[in-house]
């Protein structure tokens, strides 16, 4: 099998530190069964109530060198002055069994998966304005004022990016967010090609053939 005939569907979800991802992904996780949560390799400190092996593995410099040149990542990147990286062997093993899976990672790691997986989709969150952008990172009160402004820049630099994804969702107002995220996820399940990935039986039960090739 290679790397375009998985049978399950690989999203990745990419946004600025504040835009509300991890609260979004969090939510389509428990609205929906059939999707699962890649979690990533970080080298920053766990964070109020996070726990090893659930929102992230946390683990120390050396540990993560060691994996680079292992080649164990399928990207990896350096995010606020930490590294945040993906296991190539449970993104692959997954997605040949067939699991859905969402990735929730930063643009430069987005852009790296999909310049390896051509069929993963590529999702962007944005907040309504800089104004309130500011006021979430200020409320999370885990920053100082210096790493807040720091975290601003970067989401400039970021949002850049947005015209290299496929989707786009503007957090306004939550709920809306959410329910784009999910019309996105079972949408791209209904695409003929998706379809034919998970379900190849039922083509081949029907003598529908493949479609030509360029």
């Known amino acids: 099998m290679n790397r375009m005939d998985y049978p399950g569907n690989l999203f990745v979800v990419a946004a600025p530190s504040g835009t509300g991802k991890s609260s979004l992904v969090k939510a389509l996780l428990e609205v929906d069964s059939r999707m699962e949560l890649s979690v990533s390799h970080t080298t920053r400190a766990p964070r109020g109530q996070e726990v090893h092996g659930r929102e992230y593995y946390f683990v120390s410099d050396d540990e993560f060198d060691r994996m680079i040149e292992a080649d164990a990542f399928v990207e990896w990147a350096q995010v606020h002055n930490r590294r945040y990286g993906t296991s190539r062997k449970a993104i692959e093993d997954k997605i040949a069994a067939g699991a859905d899976i969402v990735l929730e990672i930063d643009y430069q790691g987005a852009l790296q998966i999909r310049r390896q997986f051509a069929n993963a989709v590529l999702i962007f969150i944005l907040p ?21 402004e720091l975290r601003l820049r970067n989401a400039a630099q970021e949002m850049a990016h947005v015209h290299e994804f496929d989707y786009v969702i503007i957090n306004e107002v939550f709920e809306r967010a959410l329910f784009d995220l999910k019309t996105i996820t079972h949408s791209q399940r209904l695409r003929v090609a998706a379809q034919r990935r998970a379900r ?15």
């Open 200 to 214: 190849a039986e039922v083509f081949q039960a029907l003598g529908i053939p493949q479609p030509p090739t360029c």
């Open 128 to 148: 309504p304005s800089w104004d309130e952008l500011r006021r979430r990172l200020q409320r999370r009160g885990e920053d100082s004022d210096d790493v807040i």
